[in-house]
């Protein structure tokens, strides 16, 4: 692979929502996402990328720190994060990038404008939507003509909103009436979704198998115009006169239950809500096509990436964040054994995921494991059948391995430690 | 204003409101005994927006397309009443379309200005076959999000072009030109605004209809469902036409034209359109 002596530029594109596997190429029969599509074959995709805390702030903060949430603070929407640690954006303003941002931002209590140049495309929450933050993103591309090497971050907002629908129709008959005239389309309901479960999320009363269905469908709609806007960013590039200098980077914040055990949104440790796309190209850099399906990888990782290849230290104390560049130059170097995301939605707990196992473990001292390889829709609980018992206690102890190397946030230190 | 969170949540009841709305009696009877529903409201048995459609009297204005029209929508948003239950209209932007079928080249022409948000721009020229489907030519679009910036400004100004030939659009955008395959008609939402007539030559066309977004980040084949229709009795025969139209990169758009064909609302899950005047001079209005 060729070097190059100039230091390069980024380009971040983020989206919300996003489930793993909401991409056709991956196999996805129910979704068209072309430019996805495009952006897999000309770079490496990592398959068992993982939310570092599968909600919106948190796994922002994650990205923009490199450290987990229980040490940024961020460990629910709306709680601020540490006010001492440097962003992202700060970091690589201070040595000598221009760092610029449009689009959904969604850290508390930092503001986007001290930490990036704002572009036009909202301050928070995605108001100025995903078309107007693609062309911003695509204007920028094609006329920015600093002497830096710059750092575009561009956040979009969907395929978010899908889960609004859960506030809409109430009408079970409304429903009914958009069911049939959509039926023939409509993708089938989630292999872990119960029919004869009870099912009652948040908002938008009962739903039966039909409406999660609808549910589906409008979420893959959703994801196709998003991907559309994700395509022209990466067009707009291809186009530019920086493409063969610049890392293009592309993810999640986190996924979406979509039904998956009888679930809407995220919060949650299952795979749909925890695992999200990551797909990196830069021509002649990252090998193209490739699927890698064997490494665990964190959202905290991609800053930790970033910074490796800016040419930067680490930010302070990102102890558990790994760059990806060795994986992507074929240095063969050593890989963690497992990877550990956190969630407070329903209590302090983190997974701790390894090639095959995930357990799920509460401050409460609640517990549960799955064996992914051979169920991976994650609906056999292991935890209390003791044949799995072994396998259980080598996550807890994983667990404790872990959090013995982050700095806990001063208002998160009581959960550290899970009894074997 | 609301939130945006409000916003949406009463947007999209009122987007599915106002279709099924238009679904007739039986469905009226069946929701009215569901204690959530907008059909209980107060505005009468099929709620506030039907009481809101039964009161629309429609803009004045001529009906001779073979004249230059121009249409203005309001973009909607709906604030409710503190239980989120009876929506009610505001302006969050406007929309203004002139029509001109007097063109040499024997298009016709769409003129577009719209204004969304807190400075967002876009001004468009769409030129359009005299097919069945006003299947789009040519178009040619600018888009601009203020900045406040004199260094950024530049950079959030675009412009886009478009041009089919054959069965292929060439298309100059995001910094490049490329040609791109559409073997099927192509369509964008102002042709669609001739309402009964293009509307139902989709829905009862099995031809693969490609639709054009603005700027153009999809084109995607199309489904086109039916019209249903709902007369109501009263002090004034009403007959509303509604047509969905949804697909690959498309939400489902519920197309809800009066009897005289003429687009009353055009709601896509967030956001929906008023038509509020049309005027028909032959001038420009802009």
Known sequence: MAKTTKRCNIVFVHVDQMTHDAVSSYGNPYVQTPNIDRIANEGTSFMLAHSGNPVCCPARACWYTGRMSSEHGVVKNRLP???????????????????????????????????????????????????????????FLQQYSGNEPFFLNVGFLNPHDCCYLTFAPKSPAMKKQVIEKLREHLPPAPKSFDPNRPFKPHEGGEWNEDGVRLYNYYYYRMMEMVDAEIGRVYRAL??????????????????????????????????????????????????????????????????????????????????????????????KPSWREYVVAESYSGGPGRAVRTERYKAFLYQDGSSYLYDIKTDPFEKHDLARDSAYSDELNRCRHYHNEFVKQLKLHPDFQGFSHVPA | ????????????????????????????????????????????????????????????????????????????????????QVPLQSVVGELKVQRDPLQEDNHIVYTVRQTLGQGEHMEGVYHCLRD??????????????????VSIDPMTRIQEKGTREKDTLILERDGGTERIACPGPLICRWGLLDGGRVLNS????????FLLKEPSGILRNQHFFPAETLSFPGAREETISTFLQTGPGCLPTHWILD????????????????LKEITSSGKEIF
């Open chain 1, 81 to 139: 994060l540490l006010e001492s640690l440097p962003d992202l954006g700060q970091w690589v303003r201070d040595r000598g990038y221009q760092a610029y941002y449009t689009g959904k931002w969604h850290i508390p209590y930092r503001r986007v404008d001290q930490s990036f140049i704002l572009l036009p495309g909202g301050r928070s929450y995605g108001e100025q939507g995903d078309s107007g933050v693609a062309s911003v993103a695509s204007g």
């Open chain 1, 238 to 331: 291809k186009n530019s006169r920086f493409f063969e200098n610049t890392l293009f980077l592309f993810t999640a914040d986190h996924g979406e239950m979509l039904g998956h055990q009888n679930q809407f949104k995220k919060g949650v440790f299952f795979e749909s809500a925890l695992r999200v796309p990551l797909v990196l190209a830069w021509p002649g850099r990252i090998p193209q096509n490739r699927k890698d399906d064997v490494h665990l990888v964190s959202g905290v990782d991609l800053p930790a990436t970033i910074l490796d290849y800016a040419e930067m230290d680490p930010m302070p104390d990102m102890s558990v964040a790994r760059s990806l560049r060795p994986l992507l130059e074929d240095k």
């Open chain 2, 1 to 84: 204003m609301m939130n945006r969170r409000s916003f949406l949540i009463a947007s999209i009841e009122t987007s599915l409101a106002a279709y099924f709305t238009c679904l007739g009696k039986s469905w009226s009877q069946e929701i009215s005994h569901d204690p959530g529903s907008l059909g209980t409201m107060e505005g009468g048995p099929l709620g506030p927006v039907s009481a809101y459609l039964q009161e629309y009297r429609g803009p004045s204005g001529s009906l001779d397309s073979s004249k230059v029209q121009t249409l203005s929508f309001d973009w909607v948003q709906w604030k409710t009443n503190r239980h989120r």
């Open chain 2, 132 to 149: 069945k489907w006003l299947s789009l030519a040519r178009w040619d679009i600018k888009v601009h999000l203020e900045s406040g910036s």
């Open chain 2, 202 to 209: 989709l829905a009862a066309s099995n031809a693969s209809v």
């Open chain 2, 259 to 274: 009897e005289q064909h003429r687009p009353l609302f055009v709601t896509v899950f967030l956001l929906s359109l008023v």
